[in-house]
């Protein structure tokens, strides 16, 4: 068994050579992603050349302009997407939704119906489109839905194609859904998300119509969200219970060769993951997912997969097909694909980045300078909107992101800190101040735009003083929000973007009215003033949130707190603000969630951190006590009996002794920091809140303090003796 361990360089490469010979010998086929891509997806195309000019029309007038569905067309797109379905061999359908779990959830229905005669039809109706009802009584509804009447229902979300999932042993039809109880409450990801997009929609045309664009029909929030990941061998995935049951390592010293050599970042891609990411690729271009780039990312074995900005809907959908096809694909090499967001401590955690912008259906990009001055006072005018949304929400945003596994990475001094603030850049930040120190106001000079502030010099995309430790990043024309976790469903995080800058942009936009009706007479010049008014008011009050310098700094820290900026370490710190009043009028005000079902959000969230921590603790336990203990022990009775042996024989045996008191005095540590740890497992907190705070501040030390020594063990025990594969082998082989 142990020799089988330190063969696993060996057997890595065997495996490599395994998957790869099939395709060794003959030339490897070029993808040919125009013809793939899309191959799978019920799209508007294929729904044109199949559905009746009447009722695709109804249909993309629901996809684009937000129309009501209209019941009657039901029973032909359902015709039209089940032939679909069957010719691309699926024999099965089910509604795909998103659960409050993060993840996604599906139960599939046969399309055949036996008849009366002995044979069977393939039946699936305009009612089995619109709606489901998955038998949903233990999906989280936190107290929304009684389990006497356990009932919840899904409900077609046409702006979301159908998709068709491959098995090598057969195929069936996915069709995204929304997830409601009886009763209308929300009980996924998807709905608010959906109604957040509808409140920004609305605040952002309203805007628009004051700056006199008139051809708007809608505005919605655009997301790319670059998927980092680790990869490593399922062998030493199944020897390591921590990783199989929590998703990431409780215990591992640190390697002596880490990423400190910083040889891996943008590094070339090693063979049997490049054939794994060329799979994952050709599989997500079927389903219509746009990935665009891959690379090695900063720690040994981790990786980074982003797709193409699309519509947040859209987007949220597609990120969750990402997650799980990275998780698929990689079984095929050999490979597990670990999305926690810290496998490894002391070694870079993985995030999701998520890109957000708006964009107009006309194309225009809300978040992109432009290039003349009155596109540059709207750029202004929204680009305001989210910083101050940011500064006045810092709470909602870093709850959000609050889950057990991403308090190891905010905070830790790769990612991002858990105090929110917002980088500009250094040309855009100068153009805030200078508004806000009013400039020369309503003068139009040349070079200077009405706004006293010289006319935006072209932005790079690219510039080159992106600010790597911000959370909250411009990147030329989009706001880059990078404390998002890499194993959580983006749908959130999102949700809340949108609903907060819908707010700002609502009282801007009441801000910009009174002050126009106020000037009476609505000149370019009043109207520019009145603009540049708004600005300096909204800067001025949002300027806080503003930082440019490093956000890992100590001296930050204390900045930020006498700027009365919010620093909420973790999970339970974070949620203890969800249910602030501020926040659930937001929510209420904008028609994104009610107060009941931001009450249900919060118990569940608080919840599952509660159980995620618990079975940490009690995984810990059990390998602290029947692995590294007896691991400990075994080599210390080797040690005892070496001893005995080279008494009787009268050799010097000061280096053994040394050697056997060391591993003693650990081995006793290690029994009385278990022994808190198992004392505090049997501990429960009265309320969800207390539970919660005891696995936050007594159970989490008491594993790390277990960790701490158990680590220092597995530098003196032989590694013959060492029970799990060590981060040095599961790290670095390939
Ligand atoms: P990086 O240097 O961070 O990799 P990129 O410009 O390549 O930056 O973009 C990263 C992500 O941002 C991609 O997913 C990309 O599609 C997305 N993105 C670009 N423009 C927008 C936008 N307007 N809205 C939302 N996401 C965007
Ligand atoms: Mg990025």
Redo the contacts with the bound molecule.
């Keep these: 068994m142990n020799k089988l361990l330190l063969d696993y360089n060996v057997l890595a490469a065997t495996k490599t050579r395994l998957t790869l010979n099939g395709t060794r010998d003959q030339k490897p086929q070029p993808m040919d992603i125009e013809r793939i891509f899309g191959e799978n997806v019920f799209s508007l195309e294929e729904m044109k050349n199949r559905l009746p000019k009447k009722v695709y029309e109804s249909l993309v007038a629901t996809i684009e302009k937000g129309e009501p569905l209209s019941p009657e067309i039901a029973d032909t797109v359902a015709l039209a997407m089940k032939e679909w379905a069957i010719e691309k061999g699926a024999t099965h359908f089910t509604h795909w939704f998103q659960p409050l779990t993060g993840m996604t959830a599906e139960k599939h229905e046969s399309f055949i119906t036996p008849n009366k005669g002995g044979g069977a039809i393939a039946v699936f109706s305009g009612r089995d489109l619109i709606q489901g009802e998955p038998d949903a009584s233990s999906f989280p509804s936190g107290g929304l839905r009684a389990t006497f009447e356990a009932r919840g229902y899904t409900a077609w979300d046409p702006t979301s194609p159908a998709f068709i999932m491959e098995n090598p042993n057969g195929a069936y039809l996915a069709i995204p859904t929304a997830f409601a109880s009886w009763t209308g409450e929300a009980l996924d990801h998807k709905i608010p998300l959906l109604r957040s997009m509808h409140a920004l929609d609305k605040q952002a045309r309203r805007v628009l119509q004051l700056f006199g664009v008139k051809n708007v029909h809608k505005v919605y929030s ?5 998927q980092e990941y680790f990869l490593i061998d399922e062998e030493f995935y199944y020897r390591r219970p921590d990783l199989t049951t929590c998703g990431r390592t409780l215990f591992g010293a640190k390697p002596p060769r880490g990423q400190e050599m910083e040889d891996h970042y943008f590094g070339s891609i090693p063979e049997r993951v490049l054939a794994f990411m060329l799979e994952v690729e050709k599989e997500l271009y079927k389903l219509g997912v746009p990935v ?2 891959r690379h090695n990312e900063v720690a040994p074995s981790q990786y980074e997969i ?4 699309e519509n947040a809907n859209l987007a949220a959908d597609h990120q969750q097909l990402i997650m799980q096809t990275l998780k698929n694909v990689a079984r095929r090499y050999g490979l597990i694909c670990l999305l926690h967001e810290k496998p490894f401590a002391g070694v870079n955690g993985s995030g999701k ?1 998520n ?3 708006m ?1 107009t259906d006309t194309g225009m ?1 809300l ?1 992109d300078p432009g290039d003349n001055p009155h596109d540059n006072m709207q750029f202004l005018f929204f680009c305001a909107a989210v910083v101050r949304a940011v500064h006045k929400y810092q709470d909602l945003l870093r709850i959000s992101v609050a889950t057990a596994g991403n308090d190891h990475r905010l905070g830790a001094n790769e990612a991002p800190p858990a105090i929110m603030s917002v980088f500009l850049g250094e040309q855009l930040e100068d153009i805030f101040n200078q508004l806000e120190n009013g400039g020369v106001r309503g003068s139009k000079q040349g070079g200077l735009l009405g706004l006293g502030v010289p006319v935006l010099p072209p932005l790079p ?2 510039a080159g003083d992106r600010n790597r430790t911000s959370p909250f990043a411009f ?1 030329g ?2 706001f ?1 929000f990078r404390a998002v976790g890499a194993s959580q469903s983006i749908s959130f995080p999102n949700t809340v973007l949108n609903t907060i800058v819908a707010d700002t942009l609502d009282e801007m936009a009441t801000m910009l009215e009174e002050k126009l009706k106020a000037r009476g007479k609505r000149t370019k010049q009043a109207f520019e003033e009145a603009v540049a008014e708004v600005l300096r008011e909204v800067i001025h009050e949002s300027k806080p949130i503003i930082f440019s310098g490093d956000n890992y700094s100590p001296e930050w820290h204390a900045e930020a707190e006498r700027r009365g900026l919010l620093n909420l370490p973790n999970t339970v710190e974070a949620l203890a603000h969800l249910l602030d009043e501020k926040n659930v009028q937001l929510f209420e005000r904008h028609g994104v969630l009610s107060r009941r079902e931001l009450e249900s959000r919060y118990e569940i969230l608080l919840d599952q951190y509660t159980k995620t921590i618990n079975i940490e603790a009690e995984t810990a336990e059990y390998i602290a006590r029947t692995m590294i203990l007896p691991a400990a022990l075994r080599y210390l009775r080797e040690l005892t009996e070496t001893l005995d042996e080279a008494k009787d024989l009268g050799l010097n045996v000061a280096g053994v002794r040394e050697t056997a008191e060391e591993v003693a005095t650990l081995l006793n540590e290690l029994r009385q920091r278990l022994d808190v740890l198992i004392a505090e497992n049997q501990k429960r907190g009265e309320t969800l809140q207390e539970n919660a705070r005891h696995k936050c501040y007594d159970v989490l030390p008491a594993m790390q303090a277990v960790r701490e020594v158990a680590d220092r063990l597995e530098r003196v025990v032989p590694h013959e003796y060492w029970p799990m594969p060590t981060y040095r082998e599961i790290l670095f082989v390939k």
Excluded: I
Aim: cysteine-free; charged content about 20%.
């Design positions: 655009t997301v790319g969200s670059e665009k780039t982003a797709p193409l900005f980045h890109n957000w912008s964009s990009n978040l995309r690219h990147t024309n989009k880059e």
